[in-house]
């Protein structure tokens, strides 16, 4: 028998240890399978006034961006009623993983509607898994739902953030000197054409000679990108920053740095400049979330038609609101700006009224027209508006 | 020379599972740190990952695009390479599929989807096999290489995705045009796991013959010991690595094909979900075994299939389950230094003279010279 040591121990100090870890563990296992059943039965039986609803977010919750933006709509409504629990899935990329989250969700948390809030899980993931489970509610961030085409426990939400938009495009040619504005945006996609279209008309509504540049990064987060084309707009002038990206943290930074002006999207930035930040478009979820969690604890389903399959609004409806002014804005601006929130209150503003010519001189809203937030062609926008200055290919 | 063997056997085995249960442990302390229960985190990812069929099938899902993108790596570091182009070749795979599955679409179900694998595998293994090539006779850093493709195979992803091959109804994410419903590779009979899990665990075998059982892995391998060595001996380096680059691009292509035409039916921009990165992680715990591969693959599947339930019970942060996953990795890694280290595991001197430890090298067999 040798006498050789494994890390200084005999061979028999190492045998005992491996068995009393495996006993250990063994025990262990053994007790977390109780306390699992327990808990199980214990959300079994009060299940009757309790209800549990699912949030997936594609990034991080506390992104200063789209994902944080629902993460407090949920966490709002989470503290607002007590007969609510959520439980919260972040950084769940759009692959299979969204499927096997919504299906954890309602399997093992036996959540009665999901939340899966980023626009690429809808199809195929939320479309495969209401088919699978035509008992729960999905709710979906985006708005793709086709009635007779998609299932009936499938509905979809979203805000005219352009409304927004177009009272920070108020502020921002109001506070800027040069009268260049600076636009970063992810992707020419029509969501995002929109604001940067209302942003720019909201600012010539004010300012006509204003200009808004705007450079596409390719990318919902690039962040080397973001900063390289947030520094080179400073470099060319531009005084004031936005951007629609899912983070808009380093855009935000970089024009602090750099001592100009931003105003934000998506979450309130305030904190990451405080002098620049003059007022940003926000999501307000809250309000959102609370009507669906009382409509589902009300019994009220998608399937019958009691909640309704396409849910839009703006800022008459809450769904979104304007940051607080910053210190950079003057009385002047926020009475411009103000008088605008209140024609968006009460319905008497449309952004895309005739005539809107796009830049390249094309007539895109003839002056008889007048296109309401609800119009499908707002849906389909593939123009930037006169004194936007960028490409959309 | 009976005990040499076993020994060896099981410290081939023991070091790992002894890595992954040192991780468990040192995860154990970080749950602490951050305020769970480590048992209960342990009891959870054990239920969430293997406890029970329904998430045992999550696992497979999770695990069956790991073990095809591991072999991508794992093939080539038995010839010495180290690739790491696994996510451009899974992305070129799925550019292919869909290519050709639009392109053929009106043919029989059967034809367009063997026609998609086949023009996947060709994409991928191009793109890798270009790697091979470039080394070969550029000499030009494979690793390097094949990182900087990656972003190339993403950039071009994006390109085509929103410009000529964009689904004009496609309006806010971009994407092709989808494949037909017909067209598509369905689920294994009985559960919801796709094909693509029996097409990795194939493959695994395949490899694992290829490069254990056959003379073009024994050339491979001798290759990737000493490469002098073999070409003294009159081996086709070049051919051998390119063919291995090619095989291994193939197999992430397949799985870009799988992803395309089980799970998105398009290809868009959540092709490039980060399986590449994993296959890496995946083929490094193997130690480049393609069996072992299929092995850890599911091990990394059920990592990742409990990251859900750490954030939803125990309100850990979201990174925790790449903390997890870290933690594996560089722990295993760490246990690669201790092959031959441990006195246990090394073989009793017959006489005084302690032979050294043969080195861990896969090619330590003899060359034989034809």
Not at chain 1, 3 to 23: C, E, K, P
Not at chain 1, 38 to 65: C, H, N, Q, R, W
Not at chain 2, 191 to 217: D, E, K, N, P, S
């Amino acid at each position: 028998m040798s006498n050789q040591r494994f890390l200084g121990l005999s061979r028999r100090q190492v045998i005992r240890g491996l068995l009393a870890t495996t006993a250990f563990g063994v025990t262990a296992k053994l007790g977390t399978g109780c306390s699992r059943s327990a808990s199980e039965g214990a959300s079994g039986a009060d299940g009757s006034d309790s209800i549990t609803l699912g949030f997936i977010y594609v990034g991080p919750k506390d992104d200063y961006g789209y994902n944080q933006a629902h993460a407090e709509g949920a966490a709002g409504i989470a503290a607002k009623y007590n007969w609510l629990t959520i439980v919260e899935e972040a950084n769940v990329p759009e692959t299979t993983s969204v499927e096997e989250s919504m299906r954890s969700m309602i399997d093992l948390d036996g959540a009665v509607a999901v939340f899966p809030t980023s626009f690429g899980y809808f199809d195929p993931h939320i479309l495969k898994l209401a088919e699978e489970y035509p008992e729960v509610q999905f709710f979906h961030c985006g708005g793709l739902y086709q009635d007779g085409v998609h299932p009936k426990n499938v509905g979809s939400y979203y805000g005219y953030i352009d409304e927004a938009q177009y009272v920070s495009g108020i502020v921002a040619a109001m506070t800027s000197k040069t009268g260049k504005l600076g636009f970063i945006a992810a992707k020419p996609i029509p969501q995002v054409l929109r604001n940067i279209n209302s942003f720019t008309l909201g600012a010539r509504s004010v300012k006509p000679e204003t200009t808004t540049q705007v450079i596409f990064t390719g990318n919902w987060a690039e962040p080397v990108k973001e900063a390289e084309a947030a520094n080179s707009m400073a470099d060319q002038g531009i005084d004031v920053l936005t951007c629609h990206v899912d983070s808009p943290k380093v855009v935000m930074e970089t024009a602090e740095r750099r001592g100009i002006f931003s105003t934000g999207y998506h979450a309130n930035q305030a904190e990451l400049a405080a002098k620049g930040y003059l007022t940003g478009a926000e999501w307000d979820w809250t309000t959102v979330y609370s009507k669906y969690a009382e409509d589902i604890r009300a019994g009220k389903t998608l399937t019958d038609g009691s909640i309704p399959h396409v849910v839009r609004g703006g800022i008459k409806e809450g769904f979104c609101k304007l940051s607080d002014y910053g210190p950079a804005v003057s009385a002047e601006a926020k009475q411009a700006a103000d008088a605008a929130l209140a024609q968006f209150q009460d319905g008497s503003l449309v952004i895309y009224k005739g005539e809107v010519k796009d830049n390249t001189g094309k007539v895109v809203v003839t002056s008889a027209e007048e296109l309401k937030q609800q119009d499908p062609k707002l849906e389909q926008m593939n123009y930037l508006v006169e004194g936007v200055i960028g490409s959309v290919s | 020379m009976v005990t040499h063997v076993w020994r060896r056997k099981l410290e081939s085995a023991c070091l790992p599972i002894a890595a992954v249960l040192a991780s468990l442990v040192l995860f154990g302390i970080f749950c602490a740190v951050v305020g769970a229960n480590p048992f209960e985190v342990y009891g959870s990812i054990w239920k969430a990952a293997f406890g029970r069929w329904t998430s045992f099938q999550n696992t497979l899902i999770r695990a069956a695009p790991l073990m095809l993108s591991a072999l991508c790596t794992a093939l080539p570091a038995r010839l010495g390479l180290v690739i790491i182009g696994n996510e451009g070749a899974l992305v070129v795979g799925g550019i292919g599929a869909v290519a050709l599955g639009l392109g053929i679409s009106t043919a029989p179900p059967l034809v367009v989807q063997i026609g998609m694998a086949i023009a996947a595998m060709v994409a991928g293994g191009l793109w890798i096999g270009a790697v091979g090539a470039l080394r070969h006779y550029r000499a030009v850093n494979e690793t390097i290489s094949s990182l900087l493709l990656n972003y190339i195979a993403i950039a071009l992803l994006n390109h085509l995705v929103g410009g000529p091959m964009r689904d004009p109804s496609s309006l806010n994410k971009p994407a092709t045009y989808p494949i037909a419903a017909v067209n598509m590779l369905q689920s294994i009979p009985g559960t919801r796991v796709h094909w693509g899990l029996v097409y990795g665990l194939v493959a695994c075998v395949i490899a694992y013959f290829l490069i254990q059982r056959t003379t073009f892995g024994f050339a491979a391998r001798t290759a990737g010991g000493n490469i002098r060595a073999a070409r003294i001996a009159g081996l086709p380096v070049g051919k051998l690595t390119v063919a291995i680059c090619f095989l291994a691009g193939s197999c992430a292509g397949l799985a870009g094909m799988v992803e395309v035409a089980a799970v998105h039916g398009t290809a868009n921009e959540s092709l490039n979900a980060g399986y590449g990165y994993g296959g890496i992680l995946v083929a490094f715990i193997a130690r480049h075994n393609p069996l072992a591969a299929a092995l850890v693959s599911v091990l990394v599947g059920g990592i990742l299939a409990s990251g859900g339930i750490l954030q939803r019970t125990h309100g850990l942060p979201d990174a925790t389950v790449l903390v997890f996953q870290g933690l594996v990795f560089l722990v295993v890694l760490y246990s690669e230094s201790l092959y031959g280290k441990l006195p246990f595991f090394r073989e009793k001197p017959a006489a005084m003279v302690a032979p050294p430890a043969p080195p861990p090298s896969p090619g330590q067999e003899p060359v034989v010279v034809s």
